[in-house]
C-alpha cells in the first residue's frame, strides 16, 4: 500500500512569506502528526490531529498552525517565516492516536529553506 | 514528562564489528520506548519497540534492544555492523499509554568502516 506522502519534497521561501506543507497519510490511518528537525534541535514534535481535531500541541509559536481534512490529509502553515524556521519537516500517521500504541510511520518530510 | 538522552552523536564501527548505540530514557511513568532509522534525505523508519513483555526486543535488520528499568536504558545492538547499517539512529520514548507524543532523542550517526 502507498506509504505517507508529503509534499512539496523541497521548498524555498522568504523571510517573511508564509508557507503551506501537505501531508497525506496511509490510506484508512486517521492520526497523523508533524514533527520539526533541525541539525541543533533535533526532532520537535509541533502538533497531531485526529478525526480532524487537533488532540496535542507542542511548544511552538502561533505562527505554526495545520488542520486535518474529512479524508485525513492534513496541513500544516507557517507564517511569516523566520531563518530558524528552515528545516526538514516530517509527517507521520497511525491507525489511533499517540504514536506509541501503533506503529507511526513516517514521510520523507518537506525541507523548508528560509532565505 | 519524558526526556530521552542519546550518549554519542557519532559512533563509527568496522564492518563486521558489534554496534552499539546506547539510550537513557527519563519518564515518570512507564514508557514504551523505540528505536527509528533515518537514511539520508528519508523520514524515519522503525526498527523495533517495547512496550510490556519481554524487555529483550528484536526488530528489523537484525537489530535488538534490551529494556532495562533499573538503569533506565533501552541501548541498541546489532553482532555485526553492515555497510547498509550507516545512519542517523533516532532513540524514543512515550507514555505507557502511547497516547502520547513521540519525545525523541538527538540522534546518533552511525558510521561503518570497510
Known amino acids: 500500500k502507498a506509504g505517507v506522502t508529503q509534499t512539496p519534497r523541497y521548498l524555498i521561501k522568504t523571510r517573511g512569506q508564509q508557507v503551506t506543507l501537505s501531508c497525506s497519510p496511509i490510506?484508512?490511518?486517521?492520526?497523523v502528526s508533524w514533527y520539526q528537525q533541525t541539525p541543533g534541535q533535533g526532532l520537535q514534535f509541533l502538533f497531531e490531529?485526529?478525526?480532524?481535531?487537533?488532540?496535542n500541541k507542542g511548544n511552538f509559536p502561533g505562527r505554526f498552525s495545520g488542520r486535518q481534512f474529512s479524508n485525513s490529509r492534513s496541513e500544516m502553515n507557517v507564517s511569516t517565516l523566520e531563518l530558524g524556521d528552515s528545516a526538514l519537516y516530517l509527517c507521520?500517521?497511525?491507525?489511533?492516536?499517540?504514536?506509541?500504541?501503533?506503529?507511526?510511520?513516517f514521510g520523507q518530510g518537506t525541507r523548508l529553506t528560509v532565505v | 514528562a519524558q526526556s530521552v538522552t542519546q550518549l554519542g552523536s557519532h559512533v563509527s564501527v568496522s564492518e563486521g564489528a558489534l554496534v552499539l548505540l546506547r539510550c537513557n530514557y527519563s519518564?515518570?511513568?512507564?514508557?514504551?520506548l523505540f528505536w527509528y532509522v533515518q537514511y539520508p534525505n528519508q523520514g524515519l523508519q522503525l526498527l523495533l519497540k517495547?512496550?510490556?513483555?519481554?524487555?529483550l526486543v528484536k526488530g528489523i535488520n537484525g537489530f535488538e534492544a534490551e529494556f532495562k528499568k533499573s538503569e533506565t536504558s533501552f541501548h541498541l545492538t546489532k553482532p555485526s555492523a553492515h555497510m547498509s547499517d550507516a545512519a542517523e539512529y533516532f532513540c524514543?520514548?512515550?507514555?505507557?499509554?502511547?497516547?502520547?507524543?513521540?519525545?525523541f532523542g538527538k540522534g546518533t550517526r552511525l558510521s561503518v568502516i570497510a
Open positions: 507521520a500517521s497511525s491507525l489511533s492516536p499517540g504514536q506509541g500504541s501503533t506503529e507511526a510511520f
Open positions: 490510506s484508512g490511518h486517521r492520526s
Open positions: 490531529y485526529f478525526s480532524e481535531t487537533q488532540r
Open positions: 519518564s515518570s511513568v512507564p514508557p514504551y
Open positions: 517495547y512496550t510490556t513483555g519481554a524487555t
Open positions: 524514543a520514548v512515550s507514555a505507557y499509554s502511547g497516547n502520547t507524543p513521540l519525545v
